[in-house]
């Protein structure tokens, strides 16, 4: 019986959401949390949830993936992006037998020096900000080794400028992965707390509450992974009206410009979709490709749509070192690039 109630986890953790408020972007606090942790993870899309194969880098989208396979690896994960800010991640797991895997990792994010200046306009200095994460994770495979559970604990502090906020909140993921190995499934619902301390007092500001979904099948035959991610699945509308988009609303009435019932379905349900492959060309090298509908939707311009919302990267084996980089087109003028380092520290000193 312990076997066929295992699958209904999935299902418990997505309607999980509907029990909780929806939070997309612009309307939640530390919104840094929803950035990609690893090259992986950005190349194919910006979320990738489904795949539980021993990437460390992947834990922190979805603490199930936390097994002996990831023992005594390290992940480090950095991406320069325009203007000045930068983030980061570093984390390392654990494995204890007959218990399961922690790891701990800390996010950054550094948003770089702004000058400071009075009403008036006077420069009176400068100031800095910057968010940060703590995080611990367990995760355990279950009896078949087939399903695996796991949870993130995550501790939050924001300073910007004389503003201070911290929050504490939770992760909760379950995985699969089929005898065979060649398909996986994995559900996670992330940032489920609250924010303890304002940044003023009085306004409490709401998480940003996720809840996700994924699929991969790997290829007998051929060296192709295909992944799909249902994504914010505790939301169905996830459209903006921009109300100086002349293809959504009318300049001389303001009024919004209704489509028809089909276009407007399809369109809602493509921002919950991300597509992305991967071609594993032998053992040691990987190609990585992505689309994230909903970020095409929210950055790109009608005049200029550009390469927003695609993604692509690599990963290589050298030597006893796994090299992850990603490119991603966030806005016209710059791409990001992410680059992620992963080792085993077991595979440098004999037992």
Not at 70 to 98: C, E, I, L, Q, W
């Amino acid at each position: 019986m312990l076997f066929n109630r295992r699958p209904f986890i999935f299902i418990l953790l997505i309607f999980c959401a509907k029990f909780s408020s929806a939070q997309i972007g612009g309307s939640s606090t530390y919104s840094f949390l929803q950035l990609p942790t690893s090259a992986r993870a950005a190349a194919l899309g910006g979320t990738y949830i489904g795949v539980r194969d021993g990437d460390l880098s992947l834990a922190s989208g979805n603490p199930s993936f936390l097994d002996t396979s990831v023992n005594n690896h390290v992940a480090m994960s950095y991406t320069p992006m325009f203007a000045g800010v930068d983030y980061g991640y570093v984390t390392y797991a654990r494995s204890f037998k007959n218990i399961g895997t922690f790891d701990l990792g800390v996010k950054e994010i550094d948003y770089g020096t702004f000058t400071r200046a009075d009403n008036t306009g006077n420069i009176t200095g400068t100031f800095t900000a910057g968010e940060y994460m703590l995080n611990i994770g367990y995760g355990r495979s279950l009896k078949d080794s087939l399903f695996s559970a796991g949870v993130n604990l995550k501790t939050v502090y924001s300073a910007l400028d004389q503003y201070y906020s911290w929050g504490e909140m939770v992760d909760l993921g379950v995985s699969y992965v089929s005898p065979n190995r060649q398909f996986f499934m994995g559900a996670v619902i992330q940032n489920v707390g609250k924010q303890l301390k304002d940044y003023v007092p009085g306004n409490t500001e709401p998480l940003p509450f996720d809840a996700d979904f994924g699929v991969s099948y790997r290829f007998k035959h051929a060296p192709v992974r295909l992944n799909l991610v249902l994504q914010h699945m505790q939301t169905w509308d996830l459209t903006y009206v921009d109300p100086t988009d002349t293809q959504t609303v009318n300049t001389l009435t303001h009024e919004v410009i209704v489509k028809s019932g089909v276009s407007t379905f399809f369109d809602k349900l493509g921002r919950h979709v991300i597509g992305s492959f991967e071609f594993l060309i032998g053992k040691n090298f990987a190609l990585r490709f992505g689309y994230n509908y909903e970020l095409r939707k929210e950055l790109s311009l009608t005049s200029r749509p550009s390469l927003d919302g695609m993604s692509a990267g690599f990963e290589m084996k050298i030597y006893r070192f796994h090299l992850s980089y990603a490119v991603s087109k966030y806005n016209l003028s710059a791409f990001t690039n992410t680059f992620t380092f992963i080792f085993d520290t077991s595979e440098f000193y004999s037992r």
